[in-house]
């Protein structure tokens, strides 16, 4: 198992610096009051793609040789991943082929093709998933960039911890969602070195709490199909993720679709930023632990912003 240094992290920031915004921190009084917290949020749907998956998508294509590169790149994934591979792609002048979920919503399907990503549908689940990709991978070459079980994307995605410390200062804890373990891996990779106090929490939806189950049974729980609003937070934990997430992560709550879609409508209107409802998650989880996270300096990572305006949740 190849696990990613913290050094990786920095060469990943410095690669990808052309490529990626440097996101900003947004505060709420509201918000502060109604949890008990000091908070910051740090809008990675600000990214052009939408989703700090293009961090761990630049790093993985801007990293890969000339050689490499000239067959292009492929995943799978429900969205935020293959348009950040797209996005990244495009950029380098590569192709990219991605295999998606029929189900993933319409705006994510547009973002990719919008890049210039081949898209391959296929059934709603871990196993139609990977068996669709090695057909897609067999015909067409090209670099596999997993979207979270890959060590150049958990490196990218590193970053992000990384510059809310910078902006934030010292932190109690920072609270990310988890689905695949990407962020929350990357996030464990930088404050294990950067802030080895601040606590990192993950958070996750009830009905997709294979993370949480893992935690608790130690060992590696999946679901092949789970159903919730949290379209981003669908895969289960992979080998590599799961060294980070059992080594580092303080804890994981789970959250139901109400809370997420309450937590939702709250950051839309207090922080007035479009977020999909994996970003709310961690929000919700704060909502439901007040008591955990009273009077804390709490940072959180708003994942995405990639939203189908015709299908809003709460619609």
Known sequence: MNIPSYQDMLQAHERIQPHIRRTPIRRSNYLNELSGADLFFKCENFQEPGAFKVRGACNAVFGLTDAQAEKGVATHSSGNHASCL?????????????????TAPQAKKDTVRRYGGLVTECEPSTTSREETFAKVQAKTGGDFVHPYNDPRVIAGQGTCAKELVEQAGDLDIVVA??????????????????APETQIIAAEPEQADDAYRSFKA??????????????GLLVPLKDLTWHFVSNHVTDILTVSEQEIIDAMKLIWKHLRVVMEPSSAVPFASILKNKDRFAGKRVGIILTGGNVDLDKLPWL
């Open 177 to 194: 969602p988890i689905g695949g373990g990407g962020m929350i891996s990357g996030t464990c990779l930088t404050l294990s070195t950067l």
């Open 86 to 102: 797209s996005y990244a792609a495009m950029l380098r002048g590569i192709p990219c082929n991605v295999v998606m979920p029929h």
């Open 218 to 231: 130690g060992y590696i729980i999946a679901d092949d199909a789970p159903k919730t609003i949290a379209d």
